[in-house]
């Protein structure tokens, strides 16, 4: 069974950084995607960022292009999602999620999903 578990959520300031990780187990995910998604209060989740743990490849919603990176820790199985100049609207509960297709976390699908981390970005 595919378990996910986020950190790394908290309050900061506008214009701070966070660093959230997501720790996946149960499987080995070397054909996966993995990626984040959010969902503010009262808003729809959305897509944030992805990538492909076979090829590399990496996506991102435009919303936090150029502030947010993903990344990876192989030897942890542990994805990363460094979030630069924050802004109050990145206020979201995120959450990882991974599926045997990258194209499917692109297009906001995914099979499996953590339960969450809160970042609030104060103004």
């Known amino acids: 069974q595919v378990q996910l578990v986020e950190s790394g959520g908290g309050l900061v300031q506008a214009g701070g950084s966070l660093r959230l990780s997501c720790a996946a187990s149960?499987?080995?995910?070397?054909?996966?995607?993995m990626g984040w998604f959010r969902q503010a209060p009262q808003k729809e989740r959305e897509f944030v960022s992805a990538?492909?743990?076979?090829?590399?490849?990496?996506f991102y919603a435009d919303s936090v292009k150029g502030r947010f990176t993903i990344s990876r820790d192989n030897a942890k199985n542990t994805i990363y999602l460094q979030m630069n100049s924050l802004k109050p609207e990145d206020t979201a509960v995120y959450y990882c999620?991974?599926?045997?297709?990258?194209?499917?976390?692109?297009?906001?699908?995914?099979?499996?999903w953590g339960k969450g981390t809160l970042v609030t970005v104060s103004s």
């Open positions: 999620a991974a599926d045997s297709s990258y194209s499917a976390l692109v297009n906001g699908r995914a099979n499996y």
């Open positions: 149960g499987r080995t995910f070397s054909s996966y995607g």
């Open positions: 990538f492909s743990w076979s090829g590399g490849s990496t």
